[in-house]
């Protein structure tokens, strides 16, 4: 199992101690992990708590925030030299970044043209940089498309996916992976399910956004990175294969993007 989103950093403040679970987890089979930044200026401290750990690596990037949408090319400057300053091999994505129209409302945003300008500059990068990317969209289904659109041959993974059907095929059809988290067994899901069965063996991913979206039956609790495996069930489920079998090809796609773990 590869749980290709995680914020190792947030479980603690959670009550989870992120040492022990990781202990627990790479003993019982835990084939890789990515930790991933919401704020700018964390990674060298993500690097010097979790890299000791043989099979976690790292993302790096600019979510949406007001703050980092105002202050946006100061930071994607200081992103790129964080990311430059890492030890080689450890930082394997750029992100996660991307468009919110559900908490980045209308009349709270920097403004909507700064806001994308914000993802345009983090795709830029990532090109420079040779990095494939984690794009977070909510509410933004046409407009994430749009940009990306921009941007084409880039590499990278439509995480934590809330929208339908329709709306993954226009990611697939411009190379992008679907991951699914634990949204995917919410009574209200039945979009996502819907897009689940479609998408190709050869494009899905899970992950747990912990210590967000905990899956049912632990909706309601702290996520943590062993929940894959409960949302890898359902998948499995909804696919009409076993939980064995999507387990082998989720962590063979995640290798796949990411460079291996």
Request: charged fraction near 20%; aromatic fraction near 8%; hydrophobic fraction near 45%.
């Amino acid at each position: 199992m590869v749980d290709t989103h995680a914020h190792l950093s947030l479980l603690e403040e959670r009550g989870i101690d992120p040492h022990k679970t990781l202990r627990e987890l790479f003993a019982n089979g835990l084939e890789g992990l990515v930790d991933v930044s919401l704020k700018p200026g964390d990674l060298a401290a993500r690097i010097g708590a979790f890299s000791s750990y043989p099979r976690v690596r790292f993302a790096s990037g600019l979510w949406p925030h007001a703050a980092s949408i105002a202050a946006r090319h100061r930071l994607v400057s200081a992103l790129e030299a964080e990311i430059l300053a890492a030890p080689p091999g450890l930082v394997c994505a750029l992100g996660e970044f991307g468009l919110d129209h559900h908490w980045n409302e209308d009349g709270e945003r920097a403004g909507p043209g700064e806001e994308r300008e914000l993802m345009e500059m983090q795709l830029e990068l990532a090109g420079k940089l040779g990095l494939p990317v984690i794009i977070h969209s909510r509410d933004a289904p046409e407009e994430t498309a749009e940009i990306l659109a921009a941007f084409p041959g880039t590499p990278g993974v439509i995480h934590c996916y809330s929208y339908g059907p329709e709306e993954a095929g226009r990611f697939l059809d411009m190379g992008y992976f679907i991951s699914f988290a634990g949204n995917l067994s919410y009574k209200n899901a039945g979009t996502i399910r819907d897009a689940c069965v479609m998408v190709p063996p050869d494009r899905i991913l899970l992950e747990t956004d912990c210590p967000y979206l905990a899956p049912v039956p632990f909706r309601g609790k702290p996520a943590h990175p062993g929940m894959t495996a409960e949302t890898c069930r359902m998948a499995a489920e909804i696919r009409g294969v076993s939980a064995a079998a999507l387990e082998k090809q989720t962590a063979a796609n995640a290798a796949a993007l990411f460079g291996g773990f």
